[in-house]
């Protein structure tokens, strides 16, 4: 398919979870992905500067073993993390040119819009500054992520009519959510005809394990399919798309993605019928909506492992099995030197950023209540 003038498969690979071993991204794992990837004709890679280690481990599995017009890379400026001014914010980008290798980004994206974090790029002008590096030839393509309401998109919209693309969250799970609403985020896109790359389309790993009652919808229509299958191509099916990225985090992960995606074609209305099935069941189930992107962590002031103590917490809902929330798998995510829920100061500033809009305190009143003690 063809957008902005580049042909883009409906599979793109986020490069935010890559395989981890001994503590840091598996660099030879990495790259056997990265073959399998363009190998079945795949080009589109997602990167971002707050991605701790990705860019240099895309510029050792990719930049340097591939000629630079066999793929795009995607990178992405986070004004809003530690920058105390335009200068600091300006910087992300030559880091993320000296850590890619890549020499110019086919997309680059002012990094997760939403009030009010959208104020920093307004503040800091980094719109016009966006678009100097693009008249520069160091950007071939200027969009933004978003995570917020879709008035506030609309407004964006007008404001900048030269975005030419937005990076929404989309899946079945959140397509009729009241707080991340991604089908009217989508429709807002569409009536600007500003066309849009999905991420979050499998919601961090969450609709690879769904509840019981989810699974059970997605096997009984089709018991040789993945259940990720069915995340991916509901986003994939739908129209604008430039691209689904998923987070694939080791090989097999890769190999299943690309099964279903090498010849992606439009989901049937059977199809269709089955996956809003499993999206109803999915409501019947209250987890926390955590995609352990860990923006609140960025700014915690008492280093509570926030995203750890919320897949523990969904592992208890889901599943009713206390002693398998409180495996040591589940509580090492949290980290070293990270602080348990009980210990948060409620000071709010991870409310601030999170794309999810998560009660966080509320729900860490919850972990240390019913899971700890």
């Known amino acids: 398919m063809s957008y902005l003038g580049e042909e883009i498969k409906k599979l793109g690979f986020g490069l935010m979870r890559l395989p981890q071993k001994g503590g840091a991204i598996d660099i030879e794992q990495t790259k056997e992905m990265v073959d399998l990837f363009l190998e079945a004709g795949f080009t589109y890679f997602d990167?971002?500067?707050?991605?701790?280690?990705?860019?240099?481990?895309?510029?050792?599995?990719?930049?340097?073993?591939?000629?630079?017009?066999?793929?795009?890379?995607?990178?992405?400026?986070?004004a809003w993390i530690d920058s105390k001014n335009r200068e600091e914010a300006i910087a992300q980008f030559d880091t993320s040119l000296k850590r890619t290798g890549a020499g110019y980004f086919d997309f680059?994206?002012?990094?997760?819009?939403?009030?009010?974090?959208?104020?920093?790029?307004?503040?800091?002008?980094m719109w016009s500054w966006v678009q100097e590096k693009k008249k520069a030839g160091l950007i071939k393509h200027v969009g933004f992520s978003f995570h917020s309401t879709p008035e506030e998109l609309e407004e964006i919209l007008k404001a900048h009519p030269e975005m030419e693309f937005v990076q929404l969250q989309i899946n079945y799970a959140d397509w009729e959510d009241p707080s991340i609403c991604s089908r009217r985020c989508y429709e807002v896109a569409r009536k600007y005809n500003v066309p849009v790359i999905v991420m979050e389309?499998?919601?961090?790993?969450?609709?690879?394990?769904?509840?019981?009652?989810?699974?059970?919808?997605?096997?009984?229509a089709d018991p040789g399919a993945s259940v990720s299958s069915w995340a991916i191509k509901f986003a994939a099916d739908l129209d604008g798309i430039i691209t689904v990225l998923s987070g694939m985090s080791n090989v097999e992960q890769m190999k299943d993605n690309l099964s279903y995606m090498k010849n992606f074609t439009k989901l049937t209305e059977s199809e269709?019928?089955?996956?809003?099935?499993?999206?109803?069941?999915?409501?019947?189930?209250?987890?926390?909506?955590?995609?352990?992107?860990?923006?609140?962590?960025?700014?915690?002031?008492?280093n509570i492992g926030i995203s750890g103590s919320f897949e523990a917490m969904n592992i208890l809902t889901v599943y009713r099995n206390?002693?398998?929330?409180?495996?040591?798998?589940?509580?090492?995510?949290?980290?070293?030197?990270?602080?348990?829920?009980?210990?948060?100061?409620?000071?709010?500033?991870?409310?601030?950023?999170?794309?999810?809009?998560?009660?966080?305190?509320?729900?860490?009143?919850?972990?240390?209540?019913?899971?700890?003690?």
């Open 201 to 220: 389309p499998v919601k961090g790993g969450m609709l690879s394990t769904p509840p019981d009652s989810v699974e059970k919808v997605l096997k009984s």
């Open 272 to 302: 269709r019928q089955t996956i809003e099935a499993a999206r109803k069941a999915l409501e019947e189930v209250p987890v926390i909506p955590c995609t352990t992107c860990d923006y609140c962590a960025k700014v915690c002031p008492n």
């Open 322 to 373: 206390k002693e398998r929330a409180l495996q040591k798998e589940q509580w090492s995510v949290i980290g070293p030197g990270k602080k348990r829920a009980g210990e948060c100061i409620k000071c709010g500033k991870c409310e601030e950023v999170c794309p999810q809009h998560i009660a966080i305190r509320e729900n860490l009143d919850r972990v240390s209540k019913e899971l700890i003690n």
């Open 47 to 78: 990167t971002a500067w707050a991605y701790e280690g990705s860019e240099d481990a895309i510029r050792q599995a990719l930049v340097e073993r591939y000629p630079r017009e066999k793929y795009q890379l995607a990178t992405k400026n986070a």
């Open 108 to 125: 680059y994206l002012l990094h997760n819009l939403g009030s009010p974090r959208t104020q920093v790029f307004d503040e800091y002008d």
